[in-house]
């Protein structure tokens, strides 16, 4: 069997290799997973990004009229532009965009009237390759770099062929240069911008301009010959010879219009034409989709994970370019001015602390390096440390959850910054209240310090800031501890119990609490908003990643734990809609599931499958982590249960199809699931590798019978940091019956601060 499953092996990995040994993995991805979202319901609210992985800039066609933070739906029928895009989410719309679009026969530059209808049997979506034959008969295909993006338009014969730049919805310029067959110009659109942020762009194309012209999008004016213009909305078209196919070279630069062009010609002048710099692209997606190379399985399962792992692969995005000596630098959205070094951008951490920076600790240590340094220097340049950065801060969302990727680099060795710095960052943050969003510092400081929580209605969603500045002041507290810093240890170390003066033993739940210490009335678990941040106390009350144990002695011990974890699944799935007003997506997302109060679709509740390996019954993650993968995610337009958010809910999806997860970032330690795959190597930078196999695993076998780590029995229901990186085997022999006496034993259970049996007394 041995011999058969490794001829197995060999035929499947010579069949699809392209380059030096790494296999053809693009393959399984669709850039479409996910695509099929609105206002009212999300199926993951992306868009088809074509893209290298974290690039500065990604592209994708334009369904969504501009500004519209839809801006690919799959159920539209028309395409109007081929934009640069930079969006986190359809909720925060896009800045700094600009668009391209091929139009035959009149001139039409409107978006509306140059919209071509398709179909999505004449597309093909891909990370290195986008295509799409409209209906008009224009072909329009895309390969990306990480700057820039090579285009090709075929027109039909015998008719007019043009390309209209739209300037999108803000200031902008452009210059058309036809003895170059040129454009160049700058956008500036988005929210909270700073007034000299521009996206400086050239546009280079292989046929001769014949005609041109620019155009305001607010009027639809149209000035022929025009070589130049600037204003908001103000765009460009140029003319081909009638029936012509034309590439276009692209890239743009936060820096200049001379950077523009140095990234150009870095990034795109070695390629005389699209397919190399499709293959190119290629190559690069391979490359980093091989780091975790996955065997057995169905097709099916390959294709939703290759796509997550592509997902998860695209936030945050390099912020930085490098200069003629080919150092870094970069404009900083935070105080426009040019910096030396690395700065990464487009990410909400509320969403990606969970998941997606684990995993990339794991995959790309290097940049994450590079990234927590990053955070400093953000903070030193607009006063705050990120929590939303969009690509400036925006303080969205709630917490201070820059601390959980600090500490949790520290931990797991990633070791490029100050940790008094960042400790005195955090506490900053941690002691004040900024400009911005209720992110930005933190809101409720002063009475989360003095009454040891955050009070409601004083302070709206204050049961879950209560809950999460606790998480984040454990980590400071963490932080603080492994690098001798008593003074901060003891200072964070005060709150990091702040959990237990929000949970009401009455009801078994986390409650929203007055200042004067009684419980907000007329409570009801099912009811969304008001002390809880887009979910109720069902999703809630799980938020202690720090605790496990202690909120398992809060609630009387592992029994009635694990009860209430089942108890999740087997009520009944009732929205009240609460403080809202209305049903929003998320409620609708847990409706249309079908699992009871369990809503995936967002990220409070997306730990709490694997809380079961700290109350004593590990095999209840098992069925339910294999359960949700197979329900609630797949490659199709229906890929996901609610918003991606920024690689998040992708990422959730990889960690978990390899058998483990991140419950608590800042532990080193990755709680055991069910892995999808037979077998699954993780290729480190380090050179090293790692290897998860699962004997026997089918849909029917998601129990693990047994495990050893590098050939020695292994019990525990989690795993270290460490282990992985320094190479290894894990294995399991799976069965279709639960293990009722393996990983029971206290030295089993993953981290927590308390211990069984400790005191439930509010602190």
């Known amino acids: 069997m041995k011999l058969k499953a490794l001829f197995l092996s060999f035929l499947w990995l010579s069949g699809h290799c392209l380059y030096a040994g790494t296999p053809d993995l693009v393959k399984y991805v669709n850039t479409l997973q996910g695509t099929n979202s609105s206002f009212e319901l999300t199926r993951g609210n992306t868009y088809p990004t074509t893209a290298l992985p974290f690039a500065m800039h990604t592209w994708t066609p334009q369904t969504g009229r501009n ?174 010879k009638d029936g012509v196919t034309v590439q276009a070279k692209v890239a743009s630069s936060y820096i200049s219009q001379e950077q523009a062009e140095l990234n150009l010609e870095r990034e795109l002048g070695t390629y005389k034409n699209l397919e190399a710099t499709k293959a190119a692209a290629a190559k690069v997606w391979n490359q980093t989709l091989a780091k975790v190379l996955v065997e057995g399985g169905t097709e099916a399962d390959k294709a939703t994970f290759y796509s997550c792992l592509f997902r998860a692969s695209l936030f945050s995005r390099k912020f930085y370019e490098h200069d003629k000596d080919g150092k870094p630098y970069y404009f900083s959205p935070y105080d426009g001015e040019v910096h030396s070094g690395y700065m990464y951008t487009d990410t909400g951490f509320w969403d990606t602390f969970r998941a997606q920076f684990p995993l990339n600790t794991l995959l790309h240590p290097t940049m994450h390096g590079r990234y927590m340094q990053a955070l400093l220097d953000a903070k030193e340049q607009c006063g705050w440390l990120p929590s939303w950065s969009f690509p400036g801060e925006a303080g969205s969302m709630i917490g201070n959850h820059a601390i959980s990727l600090l500490t949790d680099a520290w931990v797991k060795g990633i070791r490029t910054f100050s940790p008094d710095t960042a400790l005195a960052y955090y506490y900053h943050e941690a002691t004040n209240k900024g400009p911005w969003g209720p992110a930005n510092g933190r809101e409720g400081w002063k009475a989360y310090y003095t009454l040891g929580y955050v009070p409601y209605p004083e302070h709206g969603e204050a049961t879950a800031k209560t809950l999460e500045y606790a998480y984040d002041d454990w980590c400071g507290y963490e932080l603080a501890r492994l690098t001798g810093n008593s003074f901060y240890e003891r200072i964070f170390g005060r709150q ?239 069965g279709s019956k639960p293990a009722l006496n393996r990983g029971t034993k206290e030295e089993d259970k993953p981290f927590s601060l308390s211990k069984s049996g400790e005191s439930m007394e509010m602190e």
């Open 67 to 240: 500004g519209d933070g839809w801006k690919y739906q799959y159920s539209a029928d028309s395409i109007r532009g081929f934009q640069q895009a930079h969006q986190c989410s359809s909720w925060t719309n896009d800045y700094c965009v600009f668009s391209l679009m091929p139009v035959t026969g009149k001139l039409t530059v409107n978006q509306y009237g140059r919209a071509a209808r398709f179909s999505h049997e004449n597309e093909t979506a891909k990370p290195n390759y986008y295509k799409v034959k409209l209906d008009n008969n224009i072909t329009a295909e895309l390969s990306p770099t990480e700057r820039g993006m090579h285009a090709r338009f075929s027109f039909p014969k015998s008719k007019g062929s043009y390309v209209v730049l739209d300037g999108y919805t803000g200031m902008s310029a452009v210059k058309i240069i036809p003895k170059e067959r040129k454009i160049i110009g700058y956008v500036h659109n988005g929210r909270g911008l700073t007034k000299n942020f521009k996206n400086y762009f050239v546009i280079v194309f292989d046929k001769p301009i014949v005609a041109q012209g620019t155009w305001d999008n607010r009027s639809g004016a149209v000035t022929n010959g025009a070589l130049d213009g600037e204003g908001r909305g103000i765009g460009a078209y140029v003319k081909f």
């Open 496 to 734: 990091m119990y702040n959990y237990k003066n929000v949970y009401d033993a009455s009801t078994g739940f986390m409650r929203g609490r007055k200042a004067d210490g009684e419980w907000v009335s007329n409570f009801d678990p099912v009811e969304w908003g008001g002390p809880f941040t887009e979910g109720n106390a069902w999703h809630w009350v799980w938020s202690v990643f720090q605790d496990v144990q202690g909120l398992i002695n809060l609630m009387g011990g592992e029994k009635d734990f694990t009860a209430k974890l089942d108890a999740v699944f087997s009520e009944p799935n009732t929205v009240k809609v609460g403080t809202y007003g209305r049903m929003i997506h998320e409620m609708s997302e847990m409706v249309m599931a079908d699992m009871g109060q369990y809503a995936h679709g967002n990220q409070p509740i997306q730990h709490m499958t694997y809380l079961y390996n700290y109350g004593g019954e590990p095999w209840k993650s098992q069925q339910h982590v294999r359960n949700v993968m197979a329900r609630l995610y797949n490659a199709t337009e229906n890929g996901y249960p609610g918003d991606e958010d920024q690689g998040q809910t992708s990422s959730w999806y990889v960690l978990s199809a390899l058998g483990i997860y991140s419950v608590t970032p800042g532990t080193g330690q990755y709680v055991i699931g069910s892995p999808v795959f037979r077998k699954a190597t993780i290729t480190l930078e380090n050179g090293k590798s790692f290897t998860i196999e699962a004997a026997n695993n089918s849909k029917e076998n998601v129990y693990i019978q047994s495990a050893t780590l590098n050939g020695k029995p292994y019990s525990h229901n989690w795993i270290h940091h460490d282990d992985i990186v320094n190479g290894g085997v894990l294995h399991f022999e799976m």
